[in-house]
């Protein structure tokens, strides 16, 4: 093998193993969630079905591109005597690349050059974030989210 | 900064002084990024700006000054590890660094883009063209500023970490000591000693592991072992000088946020400078706003250069040795490892490129991202395992900086940055709250690190004796 053949073939080796293997994996088993209109209000009803509480409700708008409103809530088992509690904001999105551009920024908002605080979850024309808070209850909204 | 003229080539050959050697690590390290998304805690911010500081930035430092004094040849955590456990695991920690950048880079590069689009116009930010020929042109400028060798790329760290990152953080910082000062309404409760305290509980974990690595980059000085005249007195100086300005520019300026931001108002899904603005909107400040978003983008492009820059070197030095194939060794007339260079910008334009247009991706980044936190928690275990290793197995090579207390010193310091790169390492297989596939999520995390970390066993598997050089460099000619 010569020098420009043993180029090539490290090449192919720094690129499968940097580029295709490690993001495709993770794009292609993770899946995409295309931007759609979803009518209603999603997290109410993910939080009732889960036997949840709203204790609070509020409206509010990022102050980013596209953004075109949303929530805060507040949700709780038991909102006189709660066991646990989460915050979970939402807001809509005028079109998919606004929404995917918000994706970004959360992504690149990282702490240090690792970590991001909270969690980002796409639905429909919304995203949904929350912080690191009550992590059980938003897995049960989340599993009433994909049944809705 | 000084500089000796090379007979051969008639190119200064710069050496990097302290205070150039400490700017690198400031560069690598301080982030206006972080401020706001820390301000979040309140009070318990210097609680977890503690943690962090125990378990990562007093233990890295202080390996980082035994080690870059002990052995300050090139390749920083390569020379380092190689020392210790030989070629193979140097090799390793540092394509495990060299490699995580590729998968970081487009986070650095997207922040630039997006940070700047706020000075101009930030509708911009949905533009993927836009972004993409912004990240470009910050990648490559920083690329190209890195080709004209050690002299450019020091004065761009030195001038940068000034003014994108310490400046912004001082400025903000006194700020907050105005609004202090003239009575003006803090946001955060009255301060108790009990405010201090973080609330660690299983929800926090993944937050305590992203704390523990707040401040990795402390050891990108070493890369620069080759261009310092005296590593030996000015190394230990150099990282302790960054560390003191990291950690009080953090602290400081996370508090002035969090005295005058309400915590509700810091989203963090709406961003760094979206905080920034209100910080400023708050004190009367707007004009302000656009030329800190300037400023903030100079501290990426710093951010991105030092990382850029480090590992790069580290990679051209293991080609020198033979590891990689002849091709990867050229060096240019500056000293700097063009082929590697080169191969990185182009790996990190690819993923920049998919980055950018994979549209509706959200899980894959999380995936990406866990798989840096793994390949650097690998770096690090390495080097704080060398730098307890090297104290046995070579306890009389002269070490001008030597941390104090002898083997119960060295295990302590070296025991707390293992256990803590560990914990990070098991926390970040932790898929997020709302995951439902955990098993596929830690299957995705392990399979991408194997693959990032594994292609030193492939290139020392390949290895010939006619790739090592005896040490007679090949130096490319300009034009």
């Known amino acids: 093998m010569d020098k420009k053949h043993e180029f090539i073939l490290v090449c192919l080796i720094l690129v499968i193993a940097i580029v295709m293997l490690p993001v495709s994996f993770a794009v292609l088993t993770h899946g995409s969630d295309p931007y759609r209109i979803v009518a209603g209000d999603p997290i109410e009803a993910a939080a009732e079905k889960a036997g949840l509480a709203v204790c609070s409700e509020t409206e509010n708008t990022w102050n980013i591109p596209g953004a075109a409103g949303g929530r805060v809530y507040i949700i709780s088992d038991n909102c006189d005597e709660p066991s646990e509690t989460v915050r979970i904001e939402t807001q809509a999105f005028d079109s998919a690349d606004s929404r995917d551009a918000a994706i970004k920024a959360f992504h690149t908002n990282i702490i240090g050059k690792t970590g991001t605080h909270g969690n980002m979850i796409v639905f429909g024309q919304y995203l949904i974030f929350t912080d690191s808070s009550g992590g059980s209850i938003l897995g049960k909204i989340v599993e009433k989210l994909d049944e809705y | ?479």
């Open chain 2, 1 to 479: 900064m000084s500089e000796d003229t090379a007979p051969k080539t008639g190119i200064k050959k710069t050496y990097l002084g302290i205070f150039a050697l400490a700017m690198i690590n400031v560069a690598a390290v301080l982030s206006i990024r972080n401020f706001p998304s820390m301000a979040i805690y309140g009070w318990s911010c210097i609680g977890w700006y503690v943690i962090g500081t125990v378990l990562f930035l007093i233990p890295i430092s202080l390996a980082g000054a035994e080690l870059a004094t002990g052995w300050p040849q090139g390749g920083g955590v390569y020379a380092w590890v190689k020392q210790a456990f030989g070629e193979k695991d140097g090799f390793i920690a540092l394509f495990c660094e060299w490699s995580n950048n590729l998968v970081w880079f487009p986070t650095v590069l997207s922040f630039i883009a997006a940070t700047l689009a706020f000075a101009l116009t930030p509708e911009l930010t949905s533009s993927p063209f836009y972004m993409f020929s912004v990240m470009m042109i910050a990648f490559w400028g920083t690329t190209a500023v890195a080709y004209f060798g050690e002299n450019a790329s020091t004065k761009l760290s030195n001038f940068g970490a000034i003014l994108g990152s310490i400046i912004p953080a001082v400025m903000i910082t006194l700020l907050g000591v105005w609004w202090l000062a003239t009575g003006q309404q803090l946001v955060i409760p009255d301060f108790s000693i009990g405010q201090l305290v973080p609330e660690i509980s299983l929800d926090t974990l993944p937050f305590f592991a992203t704390v523990v690595l707040l401040f990795a980059g402390m050891e990108m000085a070493g890369f620069h072992a080759l261009e310092v005249r005296n590593p030996q007195t000015d190394f230990p100086k150099a990282i302790g000088i960054s560390a003191v300005i990291i950690f009080f520019c953090t602290v400081a300026a996370t508090l002035a946020i969090a005295f005058v931001i309400p915590a509700n108002q810091l989203s963090l899904a709406s961003g760094v400078m979206q905080a920034i603005q209100y910080f400023f909107d708050s004190a009367g400040l707007s004009g302000l706003v656009g030329p800190m978003a300037i400023l903030i983008t100079i501290g990426g492009v710093v951010n991105l250069a030092a990382w850029l820059i480090g590992p790069a070197k580290g990679l051209g030095v293991i080609a020198e040795e033979g590891n990689m194939p002849p091709m990867f060794d050229k060096t240019n007339k500056y000293g700097a490892p063009v082929a590697v260079l080169l191969t990185q910008a182009l790996i990190g334009s690819a993923i920049s490129l998919l980055y950018v247009f994979l549209p509706s991706v959200n899980q894959a980044y999380w995936i990406l991202s866990a798989m840096t936190v793994e390949l650097l928690c690998i770096v690090y275990f390495l080097v704080f395992a060398a730098l307890i290793k090297l104290r046995y197995s070579q306890p009389d090579t002269p070490r001008p900086f030597k941390i104090p207390g002898g083997m119960v010193g060295i295990w302590i310091v070296g025991g707390m940055g293992a256990v803590g790169v560990v914990f990070s390492f098991i926390v970040g297989l932790m898929p997020p709250a709302y995951y439902d596939n955990t098993i596929g999520y830690v299957a995705a995390v392990l399979f991408g690190t194997f693959v990032l970390a594994v292609p030193p066993l492939i290139f020392l598997k390949l290895k010939k004796p006619g790739w090592v050089k005896g040490g007679q460099k090949e130096v490319l000619e300009d034009g």
